[in-house]
């Protein structure tokens, strides 16, 4: 298989939700380049829509207008589809609002915890009625909140973010510190807007917005392409057996790069070029060429800053030479599915060799021609990352559905036609 030319990903996923709801929460006009259309961006302004914000369409190739306001008591449930990251941030910003509102979710979704974000909510001063549990759906008041100082313990970022939100959507100081670096695209644009964000080491400070928030000056944010969904492109053009792919506007932070490192280190031919900076993000062009891979074994510290790329990096893994070992994942089981377990079963379903051990991951790598059926779950990154697999010599490899890769990559089946002529 040939894989070549140049493609941009769609935007960034996390900074798409983060955007989206900092504009909702400003009182002006915002105007976004590069926001992801995918459905899960689509959760987010349809949630924002009914608490009174007013944003235009999100089409591929066009930018979207955004324009703060108060929010208001929304008189339907929000409904956050399948994105976790609507429904956890969105908490957050709404534990600063004085009215109640019902979230609810797809199925994937209901059944993910809430808990770790709606407890220190509480903390802060919200209140909250759950109707089933730890997961939506659930009913949130928010109140005048107190200034809070968290000890997190999990690494993720959706938590941090949620707390910082409610720091800025209710005028209190808010201090998270973390286990480990969870991505820091919330500091980031905190600190773009001018907000007195610091950072030091695993803590993060948000002092009273004070002065620079709400904003009333417009302004306009550029997205990054996501570095998540470019590590599908990456993967086919490793893949391939001929050719070499650009891959343009990459986000690069270091907090979601790690799959880059493991990459390099398991012999990936990969080129990082014209690196600079868009709106407080690192952003490069990325040449990927045909690589024969070794296994690896990738740290506990290094999966938060590749938690999404497990899945991807497994099927990488399956067509290395040796094994590889992901440790502590334990998280990929709360995830849109319970990816740990379904990454592992679906590649034995392929007839690749692969394991889960504790919360470690196992695969060990051959040539044989991958074949068989995968079951998706609806996950979109189960579905994209064994679509590229089917890539592979003699590969014969049946999903359950495709739709669900548009949860954060419309056009996944369009791009990788393109890329490989096929
Ligand atoms: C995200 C954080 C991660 C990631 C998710 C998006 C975000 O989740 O898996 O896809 O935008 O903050 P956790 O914070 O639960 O690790």
């Not at 109140?143 to 959507?169: E, I, T």
């Not at 773009?192 to 302004?219: K, N």
Request: glycine share 10%; proline share 5%; hydrophobic share 45%.
């Amino acid at each position: 298989m040939r894989v070549a030319g140049r493609i941009r990903p769609p935007g960034d996923k996390s900074v798409t939700h983060r955007a989206l709801m900092l504009a909702g929460l400003s009182r002006t006009k915002v105007v976004l380049d590069g926001a992801l259309t995918a459905l899960d961006a689509k959760s987010t302004a349809r949630v924002l829509r009914q608490l009174g914000v007013a944003i235009g369409p999100l089409r591929r190739g066009e930018v979207t207008v955004v324009r703060g306001r108060a929010w208001r008591r929304p008189s339907r449930t929000l409904d956050c589809g399948n994105s976790g990251t609507t429904a956890r941030l969105i908490l957050g910003c709404l534990a600063g609002h004085r009215f109640e509102a019902r979230l609810s979710g797809d199925a994937s979704l209901r059944r993910r915890p809430m808990r770790r974000v709606t407890e220190p909510l509480v903390q802060m001063g919200a209140t909250v009625r759950e109707e089933a549990g730890d997961g939506l759906p659930l009913r949130i008041r928010g109140a005048q909140l107190k200034p809070f100082r968290f000890l997190s313990p999990v690494a993720s970022a959706q938590l941090k973010s949620a707390l910082l939100l409610a720091g800025l959507a209710g005028g209190v100081p808010v201090t998270v510190v973390e286990p480990a670096r969870s991505r820091d695209h919330t500091e980031r644009l905190f600190s773009y807007l001018g907000m007195d964000i610091r950072v030091d080491a695993v803590e993060i400070s948000l002092q009273s917005a004070g002065s620079v928030w709400p904003r009333t000056e417009p302004f306009d944010l550029q997205i990054p392409g996501d570095a998540s969904s470019a590590a599908f492109l990456v993967a086919a053009a490793i893949l391939a057996d001929s050719g070499e792919l650009l891959i343009e506007d990459v986000g690069v932070n270091p907090t979601r790069s790690g799959y880059l490192d493991v990459l390099e280190r398991m012999g990936g031919r990969i080129k990082t070029e014209r690196r600079r900076e868009v709106c407080g993000e690192p952003v490069a062009d990325l040449v990927v060429s045909p690589s024969w891979l070794t296994g690896t074994e990738v740290k506990a510290a290094e999966i938060p800053g590749l938690i999404d790329e497990v899945p991807v990096l497994a099927g990488l893994a399956a067509r290395a030479a040796g094994e590889t070992v992901f440790r502590s994942v334990g998280e990929l089981r709360v995830k849109e599915s319970n990816r740990l377990n379904l990454v592992a079963e679906n590649l034995r379903a392929i007839g690749a060799e692969a394991a889960v051990a504790g919360d470690d991951l196992h695969v060990v790598g051959s040539e044989r021609p991958l074949r068989g059926r995968v079951e998706t779950a609806r996950d979109h990154r189960l579905a994209m990352t064994f679509a590229v697999l089917g890539l592979t010599d003699k590969a014969r490899i049946e999903l359950s559905e495709p739709a669900s890769a548009a949860v954060s990559y419309p056009g996944f089946f369009e791009d990788l036609r393109l890329v490989t002529g096929r």
